[in-house]
Nanobody, 128 residues
């Protein structure tokens, strides 16, 4: 079982920066890939970024590549999402997810169904 608790959401201006954090607890962390998804007001989930807990290898969605950075801290058991050059379309609920590592999680074949554990999310609001 894996437990995920997000924090760090809030109001950010267009072009600004914000850091989200996901506290990870449970067993078998070394078998996991951790990811961030953005959920819009219709409940649709969009992939943002994923990271291997063991190797730190990362993969990003096209809309955030070059602007966002995902990292993990094994000592603190956290996965952070550094959001830079934020745009209005980045607004939404950011949800942390975990799943048993599969190489496909680091390709365009990634699917939200690969992730079996989900946090409750943290709201990011972007002002113009």
């Amino acid at each position: 079982q894996v437990y995920l608790v997000e924090s760090g959401g809030g109001l950010v201006q267009t072009g600004g920066s914000l850091t989200l954090s996901c506290k990870v607890s449970g067993s078998g962390l070394d078998t996991l890939a951790l990811a961030w998804f953005r959920q819009d007001e219709y409940g649709e989930r969009e992939f943002v970024a994923t990271i291997s807990w063991v190797t730190g290898v990362t993969y990003y969605g096209d809309l955030v590549k070059g602007r966002f950075s995902i990292s993990r801290d094994k000592a603190k058991n956290t996965v952070d999402l550094q959001m830079n050059k934020v745009k209005p379309e980045d607004m939404g609920v950011y949800v942390c997810a975990a799943g048993i590592y599969r190489p496909v999680m680091f390709t365009k074949g990634l699917d939200a169904d690969f992730f079996g554990w989900w946090g409750r999310g943290t709201q990011v609001t972007v002002s113009s």
